[in-house]
C-alpha cells in the first residue's frame, strides 16, 4: 500500500461502507475497532497491528489531527472571494498535500481546496470553518449569509425601532404633557411625578399624600416598599430610582452590582430610563459601574429605550450610525427626537440642511413637529414654577429630578 492509498484508507471512508482495519484492511465489525488516540481517524483490530502499521501511519496522524472535514461531509463552498451564491457539494476525498479536500458539487463541478485560490467552505449547519490558501496563509473568514427569518426578524425591529415612539404622559394636576426630563420632578414621598409648573405652585406640600416635601425621611426604605407593593407603575420608577441610590452613594453604602441588578429589573417592567442606564453600564461607564464592556448590549439597551421614547437615547443612535457612515439611519434618529421635543437634535437636523444631508422637507416637517411638541408642554405656570424651584431642585442621573 502506498502513502496516498493509505491516507484514503483511513480518511475516506463513506457512510455506509463496512468498517475495515486500517492496518490489515479487514473487514470488521465498528464497534470491535479501536481509533487511534492520535488522530481518532484510524482504527484498528488490535494492538498488536497498530504496532505493525506505526511505521506508515506516524506520517499522516498529525495532518489528520488538523483537518476539519470528513469524508461525506455536506458542505457549502465558495470559489475565489465570491460568497452569493454559494455552492453546494460532498466532500469526496482528503488529501495530504496541497489539496486537502476535493468537493463534489451539486452542479457537477469539481473543486479541490485551498488548491484553488480563496476557496472558502463551510458545514450546511451554519459551523463556520475557513481554509487557508495554497501560501499557508489564513484567509479573512466569509459570514454566512442570513436565513430568511433572520432577515424578517431584523425588517421588523428595524420597523418598531424607527415607529413613533408613544408620547410623554400628561402632568395629573395641570393635564398638559410633560416637557422633557429637566422639567419634571420626582416625588420621593409617594412615588409620583409633577411638571415644574405644579410643583412650584405646591412647594412646601406634596398635593397627593399631603406630606412636608422638605421632611421627607427613609427614602430607601419607601421605595423598597413601593417596587414590592405598588402595582400601579410606581413600582417601576422606584426600581430606576433606588438603583440610583446605589449607584451614587445616597442614604446607602455605594454598591455598583446592586444598582445593576436593580436597573436589570426595572428595564424587564419597561423602564426607559434603566435601559438608559444600563447601555451606559455596557459602555462608557463599565469600569466605574464594575461591568463587563459589551458593545452589543450598550446598542440593545438604547434601541429599547428609544423606542420607549427616550431622547437621549434616540440622539446617541444618531451619532452610533452617524460615526459608521449609515446617514440615512443617524438622519431618521435625530428628526425622531427632534420631533419629540429635543431641541439639540432639531439643530443637528438644521447643520444637516446646510450641508446638504437632510432635504429642505424633511428640514420644514421636523421643525413643524418640533414646535407641535413643545406647544403642547407650554403654559405660563411652567415658566413661573422653573423660576420659583430653580435652586431647590436636586437634579439626579438618568434624568431624575428631585426636590
Not at 491516507?7 to 486500517?22: A, I, K
Not at 463556520?128 to 489564513?138: E, L, M, Q, T
Not at 423602564?271 to 469600569?287: C, P
Request: glycine fraction near 8%; proline fraction near 4%; aromatic fraction near 8%.
Amino acid at each position: 500500500m502506498n502513502f496516498i492509498d493509505h491516507f484514503d484508507s483511513v480518511l475516506s471512508l463513506s457512510e455506509g461502507e463496512v468498517p475495515v482495519c486500517t492496518g490489515c484492511m479487514k473487514q470488521v465489525e465498528g464497534d470491535k475497532l479501536k481509533s487511534c488516540s492520535g488522530c481518532f481517524k484510524a482504527k484498528y483490530c488490535s494492538r498488536a497491528c497498530q504496532k505493525r502499521h506505526w511505521k506508515m501511519h506516524k506520517k499522516v496522524c498529525s495532518d489528520a489531527k488538523t483537518l476539519r472535514f470528513n469524508a461525506a461531509d455536506r458542505v457549502r463552498i465558495a470559489v475565489g472571494g465570491e460568497w452569493d451564491p454559494w455552492k453546494k457539494g460532498t466532500i469526496i476525498g482528503l488529501y495530504i498535500h496541497n489539496s486537502p479536500y476535493s468537493i463534489m458539487c451539486d452542479d457537477g463541478a469539481l473543486h479541490k481546496a485551498p488548491e484553488d485560490s480563496d476557496t472558502f467552505i463551510q458545514k450546511l449547519d451554519d459551523e463556520a470553518f475557513v481554509i487557508c490558501n495554497k501560501d499557508g496563509a489564513p484567509l479573512t473568514p466569509i459570514p454566512v449569509p442570513p436565513s430568511p427569518a433572520e432577515v424578517r426578524a431584523a425588517e421588523l425591529r428595524d420597523e418598531a425601532l424607527f415607529k413613533e415612539a408613544p408620547p410623554e404622559d400628561d402632568c395629573p394636576l395641570c393635564g398638559l404633557r410633560f416637557p422633557m426630563k429637566s422639567e419634571t420632578i420626582y416625588l420621593k414621598c409617594c412615588g409620583r411625578k409633577l411638571c415644574i409648573g405644579c410643583c412650584g405652585l405646591n412647594l412646601n406640600r406634596c398635593p397627593f399624600c399631603k406630606e412636608d416635601l422638605q421632611m421627607v425621611t427613609d427614602p430607601v426604605r419607601r421605595l423598597e416598599e413601593r417596587i414590592e407593593n405598588c402595582d400601579d407603575g410606581r413600582e417601576i420608577m422606584a426600581a430606576h430610582m433606588l438603583a440610583i441610590e446605589y449607584d451614587i452613594g445616597q442614604n446607602v453604602p455605594q454598591d455598583s452590582q446592586r444598582a445593576h441588578q436593580l436597573w436589570v429589573r426595572a428595564a424587564a417592567m419597561g423602564s426607559r430610563d434603566a435601559h438608559y442606564n444600563l447601555s451606559q453600564s455596557y459602555g462608557k461607564f463599565h469600569k466605574e459601574r464594575g461591568v463587563e464592556k459589551d458593545d452589543k448590549k450598550e446598542l440593545y439597551h438604547l434601541e429599547e429605550a428609544a423606542m420607549l421614547g427616550d431622547a437621549a437615547s434616540r440622539c446617541e443612535l444618531g451619532i452610533y450610525e452617524g460615526d459608521r457612515g449609515n446617514w440615512d439611519q443617524a438622519k431618521r434618529h435625530w428628526m425622531l427626537s427632534a420631533s419629540a421635543g429635543c431641541e439639540g437634535c432639531l439643530y443637528t437636523i438644521k447643520r444637516g440642511l446646510q450641508k446638504g444631508v437632510v432635504s429642505e422637507g424633511e428640514y420644514k416637517k421636523t421643525l413643524r413637529d418640533y414646535e407641535e411638541s413643545i406647544k403642547l408642554t407650554k403654559s405660563l405656570q411652567r415658566v413661573v414654577g422653573k423660576h420659583i424651584l430653580g435652586k431647590h431642585i436636586k437634579f439626579g442621573p438618568g434624568g431624575v429630578n428631585t426636590l
